[in-house]
């Protein structure tokens, strides 16, 4: 009889726990599938190959997220939107603006990579017959975004060489890269220092590029996703989810380059040369990792060149690698064959840990 009440016991036991095991796994199941909205703010000129290829090739539907993009037509509208709540993310509104909102109050928090390099400087043909270099931005009307990394790469570039933009060329502040390739074609401005959002408006307006913002400053960061730093830490899944596709989205840049040139063509609305040429020919560098020491970088120049008051803070608040290791370590996990996502493990080392 005892032996008969121990395996009754025995059984109800197992059965508990076989319950409780089916359960388990249908909330992980359930958790996994779980479907995520982000509200993604981007500047539709340049937009994000990494975000176009994405929802091209599902790659977010595959990690349960659901992504809408809204376009904003520069960055401070976009990051008042963002710090307002109205977004979630902020992908396409460089790393200049960002870190000036940062020194005025906001918790922003940097937690991945997508542009760096990649701005033109353009011209009129007359003016550009005659460029050699960056000393013949003297006595030149330079028009230029503020705001925008490029406009703080420039400037960085004039200050070491020894160039006064006060007194050495009128400088010519704009409010949109548009207005400032609007300044240069109709000739109140000799120069103008552009972003990659106006390279092909520049070029069909017969305009010349005399530059790239990376011979000024060799691979600078650039557009950098950005997020409220409690956004961040309250929605760790959401934030992995998204970064593990932008990892997928550089495979597919790097290994198919022709998809990328259809996704210009697709959503910025270029005629295949002339995407082909955005895609392909504009010193743009293309990645997923954060970059830390990149936005450090950039966080001291905009400093040294009198651009921002650190004020006290301390940029290492504002950035968050962590996430991106996480994300990278699981691609890892999940394809340990494959040579590219090792590759990146050991660029995620040089770019981020000192």
């Known amino acids: 009889m005892k032996k008969k009440v121990i395996s009754i016991l025995l059984l109800a036991i197992f ?9 388990s796994k ?5 958790e996994n599938k779980e479907t995520i909205h982000l509200n993604i703010g981007y500047a539709p000129g340049i937009g994000n190959m990494l975000c176009f290829i994405a929802q091209d090739k599902g790659l977010f539907k595959e990690e349960n997220l659901e992504v809408e993009l809204i376009p904003f037509t520069n960055s401070s509208d ?4 963002l710090n307002s709540g109205k977004l979630d993310l902020g992908i396409s509104f460089g790393t200049a603006a960002p870190l000036t909102f940062i020194t005025n109050g906001a918790n922003f928090s940097f937690f991945g990579g997508y542009l760096s390099g990649g701005h033109p400087i353009y011209a009129k043909k007359e003016v550009a017959d005659k460029y050699k270099g960056i000393k013949d931005f003297k006595g030149k009307k330079v028009a230029t975004p503020r705001l925008y990394t490029p406009d703080i790469v420039w400037r960085s570039a004039m200050d070491k060489a020894g160039i006064n933009i006060k007194s050495d060329l ?10 400032v390739l609007e300044a240069v074609k109709s000739g109140k401005a000799d120069i103008g220092i552009g972003t990659g959002s106006t390279y ?10 005399v530059d790239w913002s990376n011979n000024l400053w060799n691979d600078h960061v650039c557009c950098r996703p950005v997020a409220k730093t409690d956004f961040i830490e309250k929605n760790p899944k959401a934030i992995k989810k998204f970064l593990k596709v932008m990892i997928k989205a550089e495979k597919v840049w790097t290994e198919e380059p022709e998809f990328a040139v ?10 295949k040369k002339m995407a082909e040429e955005v895609t392909l020919k504009t010193n743009q560098v293309i990645e997923s990792d954060p970059k830390r020491k990149g936005i450090i970088d950039m966080w001291n120049r905009m400093s040294e060149i009198g ?7 301390n940029i290492e608040d504002h950035i968050n690698i962590k996430m991106y290791k996480e994300a990278l370590d699981e691609m890892i996990k ?3 064959n494959d040579d590219f996502y090792k590759k990146l493990e050991k660029r995620y080392k040089e770019y981020n840990i000192d």
Request: proline share 3%; charged share 35%; with cysteine.
């Open 262 to 271: 259809k996704m210009n063509e697709k959503y910025l609305k270029l005629d």
């Open 170 to 179: 009128e400088l010519i502040e704009m409010k949109k890269p548009t207005d």
């Open 15 to 23: 059965l508990i726990s076989a319950v409780g095991c089916t359960n």
């Open 334 to 336: 999940e394809n340990p």
């Open 78 to 81: 976009g990051l008042n939107a």
């Open 200 to 209: 092909a408006k520049a070029k069909q307006a017969g305009l010349e590029i």
């Open 307 to 313: 651009y921002l008051d650190h004020k006290g803070v």
């Open 26 to 30: 249908k909330e992980v199941s359930k």
